[in-house]
Nanobody, 123 residues
């Protein structure tokens, strides 16, 4: 089992920045990468960014504004979010990837999820 705990969400004005953290514990050696997803009210969960095998991927909507990074010693993954927009408002979840050939952006490819942290961007 792997436990994931997100932190760092909050309320910020448009144009501002936040840094989310996701601390992993348990059998992290059984996972195959990490990702961030988000879900706004009434919408499906959508991919934001991933760190898999040392490579990063980003949703088009956040490219150039968000950066995913990891600290292996702390078993923590971060999401630095700059130039935030009201449409970035959502609950943000970190996820640990399961083995297999699932597409990176598909939630079904991730076996473990955190509880989520709310990010609200005011206009």
């Amino acid at each position: 089992q792997v436990q994931l705990v997100e932190s760092g969400g909050g309320l910020v004005q448009a144009g501002g920045s936040l840094r989310l953290s996701c601390a992993a514990s348990g059998r992290t050696d059984s996972t195959y990468g990490m990702a961030w997803f988000r879900q706004a009210p009434g919408l499906e969960r959508e991919f934001v960014a991933s760190w898999i095998g040392g490579s990063t991927n980003y949703a088009d909507s956040v490219k150039g504004r968000f950066t995913i990074s990891t600290d292996n010693a702390k078993r923590t993954v971060y999401l630095q979010m700059n130039s935030l927009k009201p449409e970035d408002t959502a609950v943000y979840y970190c996820a640990a990837r399961r083995p297999g050939s699932w597409p990176i952006m598909v939630p079904q490819g991730y076996a473990y999820w955190g509880q989520g942290t709310q990010v609200t961007v005011s206009s």
